[in-house]
């Protein structure tokens, strides 16, 4: 079956460090969605990319979706307290109907 | 206020007891979606539906049901608890449609002993 796996697992950061995480899917994606879920909480929609080499921004925030549509990356610049909580990435096989299938998740700890 | 509401936040199961939970979304998403969340094992999908009366299998069916009756509700229900089902329930509910992603509801932690 379909995997994706994110790494690293953990990070652990300076606040105004950058922060990177990546996620690899086994197959070939038709769209990749990022969400974020703060301690205790439940996952937030933050974006959907769709194309291939798509780059989207949300201020501190770079998304990427790989050439093969195989992966994608999420960067934080200058990392805040605020940042805190894990990154899930999520995504539809091309051809594999409607499942969503999130990746292990990254969980990102900002220190002062 | 809109969104995906489950109950109950928290339950304690004896093994061999079944029960029933809950999910309701008033946002008119044809896309809901029962995931289940343990530790290092990130979002694992238990079973998901595309329209009321439409239902399908995710990852990690075994031990749950489900069924879409209508639109607003897909409640999960597990027929004879075990300890491997302790965990985080999320529900989730979109449009079917591209750029949407999941509105998620705040879990239901469930605990059998």
Known sequence: ??????????QHVQEGEDFTTYCNSSTTLSNIQWYKQRPGGHPVFLIQLVKSGEV???KRLTFQFGEAKKNSSLHITATQTTDVGTYFCAGRVTGGGN????GTGTQLKVEL | NAGVTQTP????LKTGQSMTL??????????MSWYRQDPGMGLRLIHYSVGAGITDQGEVPNGYNVSRSTTEDFPLRLLSAAPSQTSVYFCASSYGREGYGYTFGSGTRLTVV
Do not use: S
Request: glycine share 4%.
């Open chain 2, 9 to 12: 936040k928290f339950q304690v």
């Open chain 2, 22 to 31: 809950q999910c309701a979304q008033d946002m008119n998403h044809e896309y």
């Open chain 1, 99 to 102: 499942k969503l299938t999130f």
């Open chain 1, 56 to 58: 989207k921004k949300q």
């Open chain 1, 1 to 10: 079956g379909q995997q994706v796996m994110q790494i690293p697992q953990y």
